[in-house]
């Protein structure tokens, strides 16, 4: 009976310990919601390329808008921080005939 109590204990405490541990996982491995707005990313990225249209906006996991514009011939690949607005990188070529 004394074996029987320590591995029901045992159990118990090692599915308290698997549940604390999915749910700890849970929280970091969940997306955060983005402190931008995709309308106001769209605004921030435009304001680099006056005159462009937007072909495509993505958010992605690590915390980064990425914009896609278009002027002329030209792409614009413009990625922001999605907690503050900042523009991270500028890239530019040939725009792809989609």
């Known amino acids: 009976m004394n074996i029987t ?3 029901l204990i045992a159990g118990a405490g090692a599915g308290i310990l698997l549940a604390g541990g999915g749910v700890a996982y849970a929280a970091v491995a969940a997306p955060v919601a983005p402190k931008v ?3 106001q990313a769209i605004d921030i990225a435009k304001k680099q390329v006056p005159g462009a249209w937007v072909r495509g ?3 992605d ?3 980064t808008w990425e914009v896609e514009l278009v ?3 030209t792409e614009h690949d413009i990625t922001l921080d999605a ?8 890239k530019s070529g040939t725009a792809d005939d989609d």
């Open 5 to 7: 109590k320590k591995l």
């Open 83 to 90: 907690a503050t607005g900042k523009v991270r990188s500028n």
């Open 71 to 73: 002027k002329g011939a």
């Open 61 to 63: 996991d690590d915390g």
């Open 57 to 59: 906006v993505d958010h």
């Open 37 to 39: 707005s995709v309308e």
